[in-house]
Nanobody, 122 residues
Framework: QVQLVESGGGLVQAGGSLRLSCADR????????MAWYRQAPGNQRELVAS???????NYADSVKGRFTISRDNTKNTVYLQMDSLKPEDTAVYYC????????????????WGQGTQVTVSA
């Protein structure tokens, strides 16, 4: 059974915006940290943004000031608002729920959705 369902990806021109959503069908959402990762062809999966259950957030340097991670505990959903998109943001985006923090950095658990494709054209 799929527990994490990502949506909201698509094709957008550089400078445009998209909002990704990740619905968690598991339990205890409000007490979990979560994050968004992305993986471009030929690259390793990289951490984009994370949000603690207290609401504190962290971002990769490459997306600071352009992306915003948020959560709605009433809907068991985590979002990634992406503005001022660049061609280098093109990737499959994945959410991860229930990870931990080590040294201030989110560490993923092996619980992934199917991903959603984001393509930014120049």
């Amino acid at each position: 059974q799929v527990q994490l369902v990502e949506s909201g990806g698509g094709l957008v021109q550089a400078g445009g915006s998209l909002r990704l959503s990740c619905a968690d069908r598991g339990n205890g959402f409000s007490r979990k940290a979560m994050a968004w990762y992305r993986q471009a062809p030929g690259n390793q999966r990289e951490l984009v943004a994370s949000i603690h259950f207290t609401g504190g957030t962290n971002y990769a340097d490459s997306v600071k000031g352009r992306f915003t991670i948020s959560r709605d505990n009433t809907k068991n959903t985590v979002y990634l608002q992406m503005d001022s998109l660049k061609p280098e943001d093109t990737a499959v985006y994945y959410c991860n729920v229930g990870g931990a923090y080590a040294g201030g950095r989110y560490v993923a658990v092996p619980r992934w959705g199917q991903g959603t494709q984001v393509t930014v054209s120049a």
